[in-house]
């Protein structure tokens, strides 16, 4: 069957093309009578009054605070404040977004009103805030956000989205630059979306445009890692990238996402998932279209993805290049990258905007350029540094992408923002921040080096420009605080996620060598012990025992001798409730922990023996713990055994509530005698023996009451999603069972909205915690990530 075309591929582009040379011409002609060193040079001395101060003797000795790191957050934000700097640090940092992002002009009345109020309002945040730079912009923070705009849906949604996005980003690409990006075009889109909402729309309204702006803005930037960097990478073979280009064209050109087809058995499953995703993201995207703009959308898409293409085949190795190869595909793919962001949202521009958009993209490109141009020529890279690296001794006529990048100043500033001082303030401050911050990652003497070559041909103007960035103040920018903050605390979660998992397996497994009961020697057959070993064995995730190692150990410093008893005990506890959960008179199952369970395998006598063994061997366990004195022993059993007997009463609640409806606090209450409190034991127990105080013990078990109903809601959750193979039980056994669950009473939708605020409430009760909370902020997360 044939597909109407949507748009003409090679029309659009030419036309593009045509408008980038004009563009480039102009350029070329300042750049060739070095128009934009005399107009630089008058705006750099009006400029330098603000960023170039002459300190009194005094003054220096009477600063009063000395300036931090700026990878100390929260000191950094606290110091400027202090000085009276933050102000007109977040301002020009707003305002270069509001000219980089949202296309807008700085001289406008309503914009500068704008500015101010966000300006206002993130100092305020900033300031008053007692959370660390990781909660502030963390999943706590956004939630609440969510909470209080009413889209708390849209953002478990996007959670559950990263979470597959991370998932299929194969070795070989950065996970971490991946995930950054995507989040900085979701938020980008969501800014431009809440820019242009009226004062008067309704909170409906709000929420609604809201939620439809982070799934474009998820969905557009998916097309980086699915298509820019898994193109870039060496995933697949050239002809897998071949393939996979004709693919996204043909989507591009007909409006159609053509099937994924035939590929090499290494990238099959890869791809399809990938695809998948695309496919998705596409869908929406063109379904939010209005006809009106769903031309142009496409235009400017096939424009974005084409001139990616035209600079993805250049090789390092030819040395042929015209200056238009190099520039045209750049000045395409950098304004249309950020036209496109406006276009899929599917709103009417604002007068100007196309021009901004349009003249603005090369400036970010030859800065970021600058910034990566020798990881750039390690790849083999071609970008106007990496060419003209390679061959400026060999060929005259090739343009200096250093001097380029001023006159693009210039022309921004004197032809597109029309001389207005916000925006050469702006402008200028990006500008010199970018060479401070690539002299101090590279050092003086590399940054010398590479300026000697790159600007050689207007020594003076050099000079000016290297007396800036040696002596001007107050340059720096929020974005770029916090650009490198998402990727520090990107690597160190992933750090540290690792490793919680690494521990996990190593605590595990050496719990698993001490659970084993031994068998006495006897003429009698004596089932008991064996069938106790039997449960024991099974694959079990031995969290209430690593909860114990880890605070005990770890935070306390507990000695694992000592407390080897209480590991145990925990385990037997546990197992033994398991063995009375599944018998047949309660929930009557047949797998547990992925085998049969116990009465299956033996009969309901033995069963239930077993279950009563297993508590007096926890017991026996307990009255083991000999390198404590016996008084905190005792509170160690009389605490064991009070929880036991909340829990077998919460187990007899949950019997007597089958085939009933209800409500949500009686189901809280029962989940946390189910559940909870087991947590609650892993915790307080080894705090007990380190003799932790009262305020400390309240702190832990909010935290554990919050952590047990988030994992009794993610298991109920999973009864109706999960895969059987992976929990090792039976799915649909609530619903067979006719078992009340947050699923039954919420739905599938209000119980993930339930399970994050408990998540939000645990996060919270750890802000009471004086111990290092690391491991238990990463349990909360594998509570509510985890697929089994």
Not at 146 to 166: F, N, P, R
Request: hydrophobic share 40%.
């Amino acid at each position: 069957m044939s597909v109407e075309l949507v748009i003409n591929a090679d029309r659009c582009y030419r036309m593009a093309e045509e408008r980038a040379l004009t563009y480039f011409k102009t350029l070329q002609v300042q750049l060739s009578q070095k128009t934009y060193v005399h107009n630089l040079t008058k705006d750099f001395q009006s400029w330098k009054h603000n960023h170039i101060h002459h300190h009194s003797l005094f003054s220096l000795f009477s600063s009063g605070k000395r300036k931090p790191d700026t990878r100390d957050f929260n000191n950094h934000i606290k110091y400027l404040d202090y000085t009276g700097k933050l102000v007109p640090y977040l301002d020009r940092s707003i305002s270069y977004i509001f000219m980089r992002d949202l296309g807008k002009a700085l001289d406008s009345k309503g914009t500068q009103i704008r500015i101010q109020n966000v300006v206002a309002s993130l100092k305020k945040r900033l300031t008053t805030s007692n959370s660390s730079d990781t909660d502030m912009f963390g999943v706590v923070e956004m939630y609440k956000w969510a909470q209080k705009e009413g889209i708390e849906s849209t953002i478990i949604w996007l959670l559950e989205k990263l979470k597959t996005v991370s998932a299929y980003i194969p070795k070989g690409m950065d996970e971490d630059h991946a995930k950054r990006k995507l989040i900085k075009i979701i938020a980008g889109v969501v800014m431009q979306e809440i820019e242009e909402m009226g004062v008067e729309i309704s909170s409906e309204e709000r929420s609604f445009k809201l939620a439809k702006a982070i799934r474009l803005g998820y969905f557009y930037g998916l097309t980086y890692p699915f298509i820019d960097d898994l193109l870039d990478a060496n995933v697949l073979s050239i002809t897998e990238k071949k393939h996979y280009s004709d693919l996204i064209r043909t989507t591009l050109i007909t409006g159609t996402v053509p099937a994924l087809g035939d590929w090499a058995k290494d990238n099959v499953e890869l791809l399809a998932n990938i695809h998948s995703e695309l496919r998705e993201a596409f869908e929406f995207i063109r379904s939010n279209q209005r006809s009106e703009t769903l031309n142009s959308f496409f235009e400017q898409s096939y424009v974005f993805f084409h001139s990616q293409e035209v600079d993805r085949v250049k090789q390092l190795s030819h040395d042929n290049y015209s200056n238009e190869d190099i520039y045209i595909p750049i000045i395409l793919k950098s304004s249309s990258s950020r036209l496109i962001v406006h276009s899929v949202r599917g709103v009417p521009e604002d007068q100007g905007f196309d021009n901004r958009t349009f003249y603005y993209g090369i400036y970010n490109q030859l800065a970021d350029d600058f910034a990566d141009m020798f990881d750039d020529l390690e790849n083999g890279a071609v970008t106007p540094y990496t060419y003209y690296l390679t061959y400026h001794q060999k060929r005259n006529d090739l343009i200096n992408p250093f001097e380029l990048y001023w006159s693009v100043i210039s022309h921004l500033i004197h032809n597109v923002y029309h001389s207005d001082s916000k925006a050469c303030e702006v402008i200028l401050d990006r500008a010199i921040n970018g060479l401070k911050r690539y002299k101090e990652r590279m050092g003086t003497k590399k940054y010398n080096e590479v300026m000697e070559l790159f600007s050689s041909g207007n020594p003076k103007f050099n000079t000016l420009i290297q007396k800036m960035v040696a002596k001007a103040n107050d340059v720096d920018f929020f974005d770029k605080l916090l650009r490198d903050q998402m990727i520090s605390n990107l690597k160190k979660d992933r750090k540290k996620q690792e490793e919680f998992l690494d521990t996990i397996e190593t605590v595990r497994s050496e719990i698993n060598t001490l659970l084993p009961i031994h068998k006495n020697d006897s003429f009698l057959k004596e089932p008991i012990t064996e069938a106790a070993n039997y449960s024991l064995e099974g694959d079990g995730k031995r969290l209430r025992p690593i909860i114990t190692w880890i605070m005990g150990i770890n935070e306390y410093g507990l000695k694992k001798s000592a407390i080897v008893p209480l590991l145990r005990s925990l385990e037997y506890m546990h197992t033994a409730s398991l063995i009375f959960d599944d018998l047949p008179s309660q929930d009557n199952a047949s797998i547990r922990r992925g085998r049969s369970t116990l009465h299956v395998i033996y009969n309901n006598s033995i069963a239930e023996l077993t279950g009563l063994f297993l508590t007096q061997k926890a017991i026996e366990e307990q009255a083991s713990l000999d390198q404590f004195e016996s008084k905190t022993v005792l509170s160690v059993i009389h605490y064991s055994a009070q929880m036991t007997g909340e829990m077998c009463k919460g187990q007899a609640m949950d019997l007597d509530s089958r085939g009933k409806e209800l409500t949500l606090e009686q189901l809280n209450l029962l989940c946390f005698y189910k559940t909870g409190i087991a947590f609650e034991a892993a915790l307080i127990m080894p705090a007990i023996l380190a003799n932790t105080n009262e305020i400390e013990l309240l702190a832990l078990k909010k935290f554990a009451y919050h952590a047990g109903i988030a994992f009794q809601i993610k298991d109920d959750l999973l009864d109706i999603e999960g895969e059987q193979a992976l929990i090792g039980k039976q799915i649909g056994k609530d619903l067979e069972n006719k078992t009340s669950t947050f699923v039954s009473i919420l739905g599938q939708d209000g119980a993930k909205k339930a399970m994050w605020n408990h998540y939000c409430l645990a996060m919270d009760s750890l802000k009471e915690v004086t111990l290092n909370t690391t491991f238990l902020k990463h349990l909360l997360n594998y509570i509510v990530h985890r697929d089994h």
